[in-house]
């Protein structure tokens, strides 16, 4: 059974800088493509960032230039980096994986983890 746990969350000032984690478990397959969402409250979900199992990744231009999304293969670990943050970026982030290995940000992935809160204040 896949599972994914996201971490590292929280409450951070505008300008600051939080590291998400997302650890996947019960995912074998080799190719994959692995993202990060997140929903704002009385907003869509929306895509973050992506990537797939060659290396390639992609990200909204919302987020392009602070956020940066890597996976460690060995451990198993989703990450995003995010810096220089705004109160804009406020919302429930997700993470989630599907074995179609095609690079996107659209919601159509398998699985889901539960979320984790960040709230950026001014």
């Known amino acids: 059974q896949v599972q994914l746990v996201e971490s590292g969350g929280g409450s951070v000032q505008a300008g600051g800088s939080l590291r998400l984690s997302c650890v996947v478990s019960?995912?074998?397959?080799?190719?994959?493509?692995m993202g990060w969402f997140r929903q704002a409250p009385g907003k869509e979900r929306e895509g973050v960032a992506a990537?797939?199992?060659?290396?390639?990744?992609r990200c909204a231009e919302s987020v392009k230039g602070r956020f940066t999304i890597s996976k460690d293969n060995a451990k198993n670990i989703l990450y995003l980096q995010m810096n220089s943050l705004k109160p804009e970026d406020t919302a429930v982030y997700y993470c989630?994986?599907?074995?179609?290995?095609?690079?996107?940000?659209?919601?159509?992935?398998?699985?889901w983890g539960q979320g984790t809160q960040v709230t950026v204040s001014s």
């Open positions: 019960g995912y074998t397959s080799m190719r994959y493509c």
């Open positions: 990537i797939v199992s060659d290396g390639s990744t």
């Open positions: 989630a994986a599907d074995s179609w290995d095609i690079l996107r940000l659209g919601l159509d992935y398998e699985y």
